[in-house]
């Protein structure tokens, strides 16, 4: 990595899919998967990148692959 | 407060040292001032001290199971609770050192005793710092 280039970063689409599987909440969601409603709430909002197990495991909750549901942006 | 109870606790640990430990260290000042250079006469500041800190997580915990969820912590609350830990150590690691180097150079219990006091105390509060900025910036 060059001196001053900008880290990776991971995006998610949850909160779409959330509304669009019959407007789950963040808290049914984090049941679902194990964790707080703060911890879904700071993985939708880009503040926590979540492990690979529970990464897995909200994208089984949408019946989606894993990079439909989290994008890996490479810096230019 | 939209905080995880893990966070509510950090709160009210920080909030329990400033004032017990933090009134230990107020108390123990004055006594190093006066000059009681014995570690003794500290003993029963610093148990007074641990009954208010004890008192008061007890009561902020009870507090914060009532006025919300409990949920145990996850893997967000135990990556904050790493990250600030190991960001923090140093200082109790660099107040024993100077404790020990004291210790050498012959200095009074009494002072070698509260410089640990003050190495733990920082130290607890950089890391629950430390981790209440990780809550809300973001790790």
Known sequence: MTMGASKPRITNDIRALRFHMNQMTQEELAHLIGVTRQTVNAIEGGKYSPSLEVAFAIARVFNKPLESVFQYITPE | ?139
């Open chain 2, 1 to 139: 407060m939209n905080a995880s109870f893990e966070e509510k606790s950090v709160w009210i640990q920080l909030g329990a040292m400033l004032l017990a430990l933090g009134g230990y260290l107020f108390v123990a000042g004055r006594m190093l001032a006066a000059g009681v250079l014995e570690a003794a006469p500290y003993f029963a500041v610093f148990m007074v001290s641990a009954v208010l800190m004890v008192a008061i997580l007890i009561a902020g915990h009870i507090v914060a199971a009532i006025t919300g969820p409990t949920d145990p912590a996850d893997e967000r609350d135990r990556q904050i609770g790493w990250r600030a830990e190991s960001r923090s150590s140093w200082l109790l690691g660099a107040g024993a050192f100077l404790a020990i180097t004291g210790l050498a150079l012959g200095y009074a219990p009494g002072w070698i005793a509260n410089l640990l006091m003050v190495s733990m105390f920082a130290s607890e509060i950089l890391k629950y710092l430390l981790q209440l900025w990780h809550y809300r910036r973001g790790v």
